[in-house]
């Protein structure tokens, strides 16, 4: 029997390659379905602003000088942004669980940082392309302003990366697809839809102010709204600070999970 | 020399569930080593540990030196593991699948690699069908290719060639020896003995999560000295015949012998009782009358029948 010993591979392995490519996999997988990951919700977000447009347009007075319709877009845009980028995090996890391709991922040399990485990073870009997606057909119906473009990078980023983890964690958390729509119909879609998409939370009682004050989401698309009209209900530093705290909750429960393979590597 | 894989006392316990009993095993580099045992005996437990699936409640591993922890990066780039479950991922060509698998492993420009993985598979038609429409032996197959792409020095297969057609696990083999005599260390674990007996070096049998034999293949065959002869007698063969009788089903009757003198005794004792012998063959006992000799809690079948 031959005693050769083969030449390590180590030296031409780069982590940096890894990463990359682990991330170009998880776009290349959405991006194969784009029309039931990025065309669908913004089909979806166009057919809310048509309803909600028409019928709340005469009934809602949201910020002074601004129309319904244009005070609803970016709130529909962020809305598509935080659940298309807790979308891609999930339903990539629970699929490969279920298939059982996530072995691929997890025989690798990953680090839990790198895998951490890679789906949040594909989180946001499915986020940002169905929110320029929602933005740009959206914006035939009324376009807003652009009062300060920054913020609506930087929250628009920081919600996606904390849905992205969020998503991680459900991903991980579920062991069957029900499971998933359970936490993604009773906690995701609940909490960006009280979060102040289609109204104006001052026009709410104290009670449910109060109440809709304890949601991260209200946060992100208060501080994403202040972007366009330079007007929101709290100050985009106090929305940025929940944000970021939230982001930094979310990631840092993720990484720990994936540092732990808890349900992965049992 | 640097074991390539070293097992070290290592248990795994789910609840009170025992999956693996402190196990220490060995394996050398350029080995061809069989891990053989009933379902449930530990043999997957072991490779997941092995392969970074699933952590040990205790004891450590080392591939190549690299602790399967610690040293998790160095540990996975010397070691490919083919599991068992039949995976893919639906949304990619089997070159896509490939390309991707090789760049987790972190090398870039490895096509030559991998079209040779592809060929030495019976793969390169397929190169461009997406996975989906593979049929299930072409899926075997990309699972295998998906565990060679970073060119391991141990390959650990575990059960390959369950439920695939002659002509891959001909395939398979072909390549697998050829990557043997290359260097690279090979573990396998199947229910096919005969497959075991051909290939492995040497055997470690599991039952109950424990190591209850571990030998070089021919010291484990030699362990069940004798010859197996089976028949068909038309008419009823005398007493002595009987008393070495081990099976009789349809008229068949398998009887095991000490040695020649014994074939003759039996035939010339038919031949005496008037009972007429069709169909007969003589066989060396084979790794599956070992494994089930040494998987069965009675005492060695040798010692009853070769002694008597």
Redesign the interface.
């Known amino acids: 029997?031959?005693?050769?010993?083969?030449a390590?591979?180590?030296s031409?392995?780069?982590?940096?390659?890894?990463f990359?490519?682990?991330l170009?996999?998880e776009m290349?997988?959405f991006w194969?379905?784009s029309f039931q990951t990025i065309a669908a919700p913004v089909l979806t977000s166009v057919l809310y602003l048509l309803v909600f447009g028409q019928v709340l347009a005469t009934h809602v007075e949201a910020f002074p000088g601004v129309s319904y319709v244009a005070f609803l877009i970016p709130g529909l845009v962020m809305m598509s942004v935080l659940q298309n980028a807790f979308a891609n995090s999930s339903s990539s996890l629970i699929q490969?669980k279920i298939?059982?391709?996530l072995?691929?991922?997890?025989?690798?040399?990953?680090?839990h940082w790198q895998i951490f990485g890679a789906y949040v990073l594909a989180s946001i870009v499915r986020g940002l392309a169905v929110g320029v997606g929602v933005f740009v057909v959206a914006s035939a119906f009324g376009a807003p302003t652009f009062e300060a473009p920054l913020w609506i990078l930087v929250f628009a980023l920081a919600g996606s990366a904390m849905l992205g983890g969020l998503g991680i964690i459900a991903g991980i958390w579920a062991d069957k697809f029900d499971q998933l729509a359970a936490f993604q119909n009773f906690v995701v879609m609940p909490a960006t839809f009280l979060a102040g998409v289609f109204y104006s939370v001052h026009g709410l009682s104290p009670f449910w102010q109060a109440v809709s004050h304890l949601n991260p989401f209200f946060y992100m698309i208060d501080g994403f709204r202040y972007g366009f009209f330079a007007q929101s209900d709290v100050s985009p530093w106090i929305s940025l600070g929940v944000v970021a705290a939230a982001l930094f909750a979310t990631s840092a429960v993720a990484l720990h999970l994936l540092a732990r393979?808890y349900k992965l590597?049992? | 020399m640097t074991a390539a894989i070293q097992v070290n006392s290592v248990s795994k316990r789910y609840g009170s569930l025992v999956a693996l009993d402190a196990i220490d095993l060995r394996v050398e580099p350029g080995e061809f080593f069989g891990l053989l045992g009933p379902n449930g005996a530990g043999k997957t437990t072991l490779i997941s540990i092995i392969a970074g699936l699933v952590r040990a409640s205790s004891g450590d591993i080392r591939i190549m030196g690299h602790d399967v922890v610690d040293d998790f990066r160095a540990a996975r780039l010397s070691v490919g593991v083919v599991p068992q479950e039949l995976a893919f991922d639906p949304f990619f060509t089997v070159r896509e699948t490939l390309t991707f698998q090789s760049g987790y492993f972190g090398l870039r420009d490895n096509g030559a690699w991998l079209d040779e993985v592809l060929d030495n598979l019976g793969l390169t038609s397929r190169a461009d069908t997406n996975t989906r429409a593979l049929s299930g032996g072409m899926k075997r197959r990309l699972l295998v290719a998906q565990a060679l792409v970073h060119k391991p020095p141990v390959i650990v297969l575990d059960e390959p060639t369950a439920g695939v057609d002659v002509e891959l696990r001909q395939t398979l083999w072909q390549f697998v020896r050829r990557l043997n005599r290359e260097g690279h260390t090979i573990v396998l674990t199947t229910h096919y003995l005969e497959e075991a007996q051909a290939l492995c070096g040497r055997i470690a049998m599991l039952k109950g999560g424990r190591v209850i034999a571990l030998d070089t293949t021919r010291a484990l065959l030699s362990r069940l000295a004798g010859l197996q002869l089976t028949m068909r007698p038309r008419g009823t063969p005398p007493a002595s015949v009987f008393a070495h009788r081990i099976d009789e089903r349809d008229g068949v009757l398998t009887l095991r012998l000490a040695n020649a003198n014994d074939v003759a005794r039996v035939l010339a004792d038919c031949a005496a009782a008037g009972c007429e012998v069709e169909d007969l063959e003589v066989g060396q006992a084979d790794l599956e009358d070992v494994f089930l000799q040494i998987m069965s809690d009675r005492p060695a079948r040798r010692s009853g029948f070769v002694n008597a």
Do not use: C, D, E, Y
């Open positions: 029997m031959s005693q050769a010993v083969l390590p591979i180590n031409a392995s780069s982590p940096a390659v890894a990359r490519t682990l170009a996999k290349l997988r194969k379905v490969s298939m059982g391709s072995v691929f991922v997890l025989l690798p040399p990953f680090s393979g590597r049992h």
